[in-house]
RNA sequence: AGACUCGUAGCUCAGCUGGUUAGAGCGCUGUCUUGACAUGGCAGAGGUCGGUGGUUCAAGUCCACUCGGGUCUACCA
């Protein structure tokens, strides 16, 4: 026999995506029953992780799954364009060059970020291809399109014609090195040891000296009060009076509020608006502000002023000491420390550990800093999102998140959605010479609409990227127009996606759609876990162990791997730790796997609301599947050659109960299966497909069918190929969603082997139909052939029977013959433990100088022959026995217990009585055999 | 400080509203090269379900406390 070719996955996918998108396969159909979905646009900077992959299969999953169900479906892809991220990479590349975005300005800019989007931006959706996933590349969408601008400065218009978004001038998260504001959602909140010290603030006109807490003594040039707790008696004295600077030598009032904590520090907090967020608070309540004379003074509310001493760059500035002018804000701390000491000031300096704010980006340091900035009224906004939830118009799954989701909604703040960069959404925004604010598509529309003469000037900064991609749903459908696209596919059904953006996507997709579109986002939002490593460790490059996909699908070489999980690393001294335990950890690098096996391991670890452990071993597990399905294809490829097999219309394989069999064992995995992805439990899902491909189909089916085949006269030898391609066939349907190349490429391989030209892609196929009704009694009389086999296997290796002992099968009288049949097949030839098959439907015989040991019931019985060593026979039945005997104690006290059978329902107290019958029957029948031989 | 989440076989994980003798894959042990597949077949050994207490006829599952891991939000200078 010819040997057929291997399982290369390699040799497989790559063509077949080509050709699905070539021919427009996932292109949605319009009718009326849509399913869509929106992939989360990833960053045009981005490369592929394990997180795309994990969540884009399982999209893929979904909407091949519901395309065969039969709706038009439409997976809608694009990017985003990640206003911080790329301006990072752009200025990188500049910087190679030794040129800064300062030199060239902001126009040469943009284009150099446009070229480079053009170049290399389209790493991440080749990327995407590779995953198999099932996307509508004829739509796809850029979050800086021509047609998402108009829809981003429609939306902003809007809002604030609406007077929900707003210009303020207050603290921002300032990033020194980015030098832009942040959200306060990009800002990451570092425990770190650090220092804090006490400092003696003299009081003005008087001897006495008041001691003060703090982390940050450089800003004291920005003190404007000193506070303590209203009900804290060592300082009540103190309330009203006025303070002296250390250093800064200012006076300064002392103000009495309820958020300092007396039992911290010393409970006299130095209140410094301009750098400080709590303090900027508490300055608010008190009015603090400069009066004419230049002294820090009280009043109400609206006089609130605060000072800045920091510029931009977070160097010194302002109304300081000369010699702190333009210093940097940790040098001035030293010098600050130096001053107070020598000054006798400093009263300690103790450990103490400090939460640092840092850029998400950049990784820097933040600063409060006060700035102009654009805001968005979330709290309107976020009313009717709450409300959506909270009625399950729009459902989380797992339902936990919402919690999660609440509490942020609920204390939700404005949202900062300016930022000082070029690249990105300019806001379009037009001043006047006097500064009033007119929004507008561009400078003409505002002059019209406005009847503005005069010189206008457009905002420098652009939008938050998160501004752009709040709008997704919509706008890559063509809002604000009124497509045809949007009217079909909005609302979409499924957002899946990671929690980590709960609050930057999700959370303002809702609140944005529901006030544009008056209408919900989506249904339902599957929150996936966090591909993390196999040690539960968040993957990053400082740890050096991440897995990129395509690695897994390619392989990829030790040296290849250390290469890239060393190159360009932000601590080099790392590099030495990475390599040992990469070598360690693959020391022969990563084998080749494909796409359909690491999709299938996505799946398998998909159970909902938690993070997964990705454990290498698993992987190869699954590329066993796939090559278990590529060889039942050659099984079948063997037995077509062999029998001279024919397509031929006229045969139906349900003629056959071993057909049926398989078939409604399919269908029941159909149901299973669809249910299961209803619930987003694809773990549960792909272990089902599992065990009814390898356990079920290949491990009984084709046994017993081969078998079968061998003993068969032709008409029923055919018969009998046609059910094992028609049953291939179904699986191959039902994994398609899961595993779409090796599917595809195999149910084609079967047509080409039957000679049939092959007119459709699977995923424009139906899942698998009932055809066929079972006959009542196949399903029990195959699991009976089963449970005997199985127990004559299990007694062959324990007893260690070899080919000695024969075997008497009780058939049942009315039982279709071509199944006992096929067991006759099974027992002699796969088995060869039995020297001959007595099939009997007599009682169980008596065979002279033998053993019958009654097994799976009254099914089936072996027979010993007497020259067999009993020993080992005896004592491992008497085991047995003991077994079975401690079980029936167990049974007989727990239904003599009145509670029991008064309180248990009747299925549950019936269901335990049958089984003691079983028990005492089995027992009974060993107990027998034991007296027999012993 | 508040919230969430996890702890089940050597490893990675299932176990739904409490109800048979707690399951899977990998690994391990034994055995088998027989015309789909050794990337395989068959069989087997491994768990008092983190701990304590409680509710119940019945607890891996519910409750309380506790130990240990992870995450998020807010933050005391």
New binding site residues.
């Given amino acids: 026999?010819a040997?057929?070719s291997?399982?290369?996955p390699k040799d497989i996918e790559e063509s077949l995506y080509s050709e699905w998108e070539e021919k427009l396969v996932f292109s949605p159909k319009q009718h009326s029953k849509t399913f869509s979905l929106m992939i989360p646009p990833p960053n045009v900077t981005g490369t592929l992780h394990m997180g795309h992959g994990f969540q884009n299969a399982i999209m893929d999953c979904l909407v091949r799954f519901k395309k065969m169900q039969g709706y038009s479906t439409l997976w809608q892809v694009g990017t985003d364009h990640a206003g911080i991220a790329t301006e990072m990479v752009v200025e990188r590349l500049l910087g190679r060059d030794g040129i800064s975005k300062e030199d060239i300005g902001r126009d040469k800019f943009i284009e150099r970020v446009w070229d480079w989007k053009n170049q290399s931006g389209d790493t991440i959706t080749q990327q995407l291809r590779r995953l198999g996933g099932s996307l509508d590349w004829e739509n796809e969408r850029f979050t800086c399109d021509e047609d998402y601008i108009a829809a981003v400065q429609h939306a902003f218009i809007d809002l604030f014609d609406a007077g929900l978004i707003y210009q303020g001038y207050r603290l921002v998260n300032w990033d020194p090195k980015l030098q832009t504001s942040l959200s306060?959602?990009e800002?990451?909140?570092e425990?770190k040891e650090g220092k804090?010290w006490t400092i003696n603030y003299s009081l003005e006109n008087c001897d006495a000296r008041i001691p003060?807490?703090?982390?940050?003594p450089e800003t004291l040039f920005g003190d404007m009060a000193l506070?303590v707790?209203p009900n804290d008696e060592r300082y009540s004295n103190f309330i009203g009076k006025r303070a002296i600077i250390p250093v800064a030598k200012r006076s300064i009032p002392i103000v009495a509020d309820t958020?300092?904590?007396?039992?911290?520090?010393?409970?006299?907090?130095?209140i410094?608006p301009g750098h400080?967020?709590?303090?900027y608070e508490v300055g608010k309540r008190h009015g603090l502000h400069i009066s004419l004379s230049g002294e820090a003074m009280t009043g109400d509310p609206s006089q609130f002023l605060p000072i800045s001493i920091m510029d931009k760059n977070a160097c010194i500035q302002g109304e300081v000491p000369n010699e702190f002018k333009g210093m940097d804000r940790f040098i001035a701390r030293e010098k600050v420390l130096k001053e107070l000491i020598s000054s006798n000031s400093l009263v300690r300096e103790e450990i103490?550990?400090?939460?640092l704010p840092l850029g998400d980006r950049s990784n820097e340091i933040l600063e409060p800093l006060l700035t102009k900035q654009w805001y968005l009224d979330a709290k309107s906004l976020s009313e009717p999102a709450i409300k959506a939830v909270r009625n399950g118009e729009i459902k989380f799954v797992?339902k936990?998140?919402e919690?999660?989701f609440f509490?942020?909604m609920e204390?939700i703040?404005d949202w900062c959605i300016s930022r000082q960069l070029w690249w990105g959404h300019r806001i379009p925004v037009w001043f006047d010479k006097q500064g009033n604010a007119f929004a507008g598509n561009s400078e003409e529309n505002v002059r019209e609409k406005y009847n503005v003469q005069g010189p206008l000037k457009q905002d420098e900064d652009v939008l938050d990227t998160w501004f752009s991609s709040s709008l997704w749903t919509f706008a890559t459908l063509g809002w604000p127009k009124k497509t045809d696209r949007l009217k079909l596919f909005h609302p979409t059904a499924t957002l899946v996606t990671g929690?980590?953006i709960i609050?930057f996507w999700v959370a303002r997709m809702i609140m944005m759609t529901l006030y544009f579109m008056k209408e919900i986002p989506f249904k339902e939002i599957f929150i996936t876990g966090?591909i993390?490593d196999?040690?539960?460790q968040?993957m990053s490059k400082s740890k050096g162990n991440i897995l990129d996909p395509i690695d897994l699908i390619d392989g990829i070489s030790l040296d290849a791997l250390i290469k890239k999980r060393t190159h360009g690393l932000m601590q080099p001294q790392l590099e030495d730790k990475i390599k040992a335990a990469t070598q360690k950890q693959f020391p022969n690098g990563i084998d080749s796997f494909g796409t359909d096996a690491l999709r299938f391991t996505f799946y398998?670890?998909a159970?909902?609301?938690?993070?997964?452990?990705?454990?290498i071993?698993?992987i190869?597990?699954?590329?066993?599947?796939?090559?278990?399905?590529?060889?039942?294809?050659?099984?079948i490829?063997?037995?077509i050659e062999?029998y001279d097999f024919k397509k031929n219309e006229h045969i139906n394989p349900f003629d056959h109960s071993l057909n049926i069999w398989m078939h409604h064992q399919i269908f029941e995995s159909t149901k299973k299966i669809t249910q299961h992805i209803e619930n987003y439990?694809f773990?549960?899902a792909s272990?089902e497909l599992?065990?009814i491909i390898?356990?079920k189909?290949?491990?009984?089916y084709?046994?017993l069918v081969?078998n079968q085949l061998t003993q068969a006269e032709k008409s029923e030898q055919l018969t009998l190929i046609t059910g094992l391609i028609a049953n291939l066939e179904d699986l191959l349907k039902l994994a398609h969603p899961f595993m779409p190349f090796i599917t595809e490429k195999v149910f084609r391989n079967l047509n080409i082997m039957q000679s049939k030209s092959c007119k459709n892609f699977l995923v424009d196929t139906a899942l698998p139909q009932q055809r066929a009704v079972i006959k009542k009694n196949i399903n029990r009389y195959l699991n009976d052939i089963i449970e005997c086999?199985?127990t004559i296997?299990?007694n062959?290796?324990?007893l260690n029977l070899d080919n000695k002992v024969s075997l008497i099968l009780n058939i049942p009288p009315h039982a279709p013959k071509e199944l006992f049949n096929s067991f006759n097949g099974f027992k002699a030839?796969?088995?060869?433990m039995c020297g001959v098959a007595e099939l009997s439907s007599l009682e169980p015989h008596k065979v002279p100088n033998s053993l019958n040991i009654l097994i799976a019931g009254d099914k089936c019985q072996l027979v010993l022959p007497s020259e067999f060593k009993f020993d080992n026979v005896i004592s491992s039945l008497k085991d047995k026995q003991e077994?079975?005997q401690q079980?029936i104690i167990?049974?007989e006290k727990?239904l003599a217990?009145k509670?029991?059978t008064?309180?248990?329902?009747r299925e549950?107290v019936s269901?335990?009585n049958a089984?003691l019958q079983?028990?005492i029957q089995e027992k009974r029948a060993l107990v027998d055999s034991i007296k027999k031989y012993s």
């Avoid at 103490?352 to 939460?355: N, S």
Wanted: charged share 30%; with cysteine; aromatic share 14%.
């Fill in positions: 026999m040997k057929k291997p399982y290369l306060d959602l800002v990451i909140n425990e804090i003060i807490a703090t982390t940050r506070a707790n958020y300092v904590d007396s039992s911290f520090g010393t409970g006299v907090v130095k410094t400080d967020f709590n303090d103490h550990t400090i939460k797992p936990n998140w919690k999660t509490q942020w204390n703040q929690f980590d609050f966090l993390r196999e040690n539960g968040k398998s670890l159970a909902p609301g938690r993070d997964i452990n990705f454990d071993g698993r190869g597990g699954f590329k066993n599947f796939c090559n278990k399905i590529w060889n039942a294809m050659h099984f490829e063997f037995q062999k439990r773990d549960l272990n599992y065990e390898w356990s189909y290949c491990d009984w084709i046994e081969k086999i199985t296997r299990t062959r290796n324990e030839s796969l088995d060869r077994k079975i079980r167990m049974l727990k217990n509670d029991f008064n309180k248990a329902p549950v269901n335990q089984q079983e028990l």
